[in-house]
């Protein structure tokens, strides 16, 4: 669980130029052992905010604790693991595919000039 906490941690309060004509809201539903953990991203002028409310989104994305680590790490990708079936996404499928490129894997390293 802790590369996936610490990969939201990362992302929040970042820009990202390529999103500054999106706005839209994901909750990423984490299921580990002792229950489900949330993330709720969203992101908005290209500025992306993250928190852990089990609020409504435009988009809501399920998995297990293990392949969502291996999304954040980069050992796997979420789109094959959505063709899979071993996530699962509701709502807004393009969002999520728009927003996956940026915010999942290891192409969402931040760097010190996108952190607000």
Aim: with cysteine.
């Amino acid at each position: 669980m802790q590369a996936i906490e610490r990969h939201f941690a990362r992302l929040d309060g970042t820009h990202y130029p390529s999103l500054s004509s999106t706005t839209g809201s994901l909750r990423f539903d984490v299921s580990c052992p002792g229950g489900s953990r949330y993330w709720w991203v969203e992101t908005r002028d290209g500025n992306v905010e993250v928190s852990d409310k089990n609020d409504s989104a435009d988009c809501i994305v399920v998995a297990d604790e293990e392949p969502m680590a291996r999304v954040v790490t980069g050992e796997d990708n979420a789109i094959a693991l959505l063709v899979r079936g071993t996530i699962a996404v509701s709502g807004n499928l393009l969002l999520f595919l728009k927003l996956q490129k940026v915010l999942l894997g290891p192409t969402a390293q931040v760097t010190e000039a996108q952190r607000g």
